[in-house]
């Protein structure tokens, strides 16, 4: 779920590089896939509202928009430090693109690239359980002790959400609504339980942070059945300020707008935030129980995803 200064989640965190083998049925599609590599899911489209489209990445070049869109909203404009090879590619990626889904926000009324192809606007990084622990396991995993989360839960099935970015001008209603519309159809489509991310704060001192942080572990920490732990050699405390002295309009002003559309589903916030001097960003963690999600939102959305499907 990351990328939460302009947007939404940050970038997800799996490192290892991995390489093709053999053939083998993909869970819960039934389609061949290489292990090493991502699934390619069919019915790839999932939704439309006027020009905009949601739908899922279904090639390599796909992906590689994706990626290009995260440099611009991370790097280019926001405050992420760039390695070398990260300038150079001028793409956002890591080992987990290739095992994870993409969703893809796509306007068919804007200019064409070069290519010919309608720009990717906006775009979400999906990552099912099953998938995570076949490759190394899931990308906050670096920073949230979330073995601990499933095991306690370990007849549900959790789906992680990351690498989440929205071009500025698209940053509307109508944008998250269908990229909210895109990660339930998904949900549904693969019978998740659980969602789960890091999302950040800008910045990476905590103690200018204190009231958002202190608002969410007073308003928002997760009930013990549902509490990940950040990992105790990263650990940042979140509760800076008693509950009494907190100004919950001021800190709602301040929080993320991601966070707060989290929050006014129904989920909760971990224990413990985390610094990523990379990205320049505080993160805490997002847990999202399917049975917690607000029924007006259940509702909005249809129980079958049929709101805004394609």
Known sequence: MRGDGPSGFKPGRMQQWLTPQALRL??????????????????LSLGRIGSLEVRLAGKPSDIKRAQKLRYKVFYRDGHAIADAATLLARRDKDGFDKVCDHLLVVDHAAKPSMSGKQPVVGT?????????????????????????????????RFLEL??????PPYRTKRTMELLWHG????VRRHRMDVMIGCASLQGTDPDR???QL??????????????ANAHASR??????????????KAALRELPPLIKGYLRVGAFIGDGAVIDQQFGTTDVLVVMPVSAISERYIGHFGADASRHAA
């Open 214 to 227: 202190s608002f969410l572990h007073h308003f928002a920490r997760a009930p013990q059945a549902w509490r």
């Open 209 to 211: 942070l204190a009231l």
């Open 26 to 43: 993909a869970p819960d599609t039934g389609l061949p896939f290489r292990p090493r590599h991502r699934i390619i899911t069919p019915e």
């Open 183 to 186: 990660i339930w159809s998904y």
């Open 235 to 248: 650990y940042v405390e979140m509760n800076r300020m008693a509950k009494d002295a907190i100004d919950a």
């Open 124 to 156: 979400y990084r999906l990552l099912r359980q099953d998938i995570a622990e076949a490759h190394g396991g899931f990308y906050s995993e670096n920073e949230f002790d979330i073995a601990a989360l499933t095991e306690r839960h370990a007849g549900l």
């Open 162 to 167: 990351g690498r989440s970015c929205v071009l």
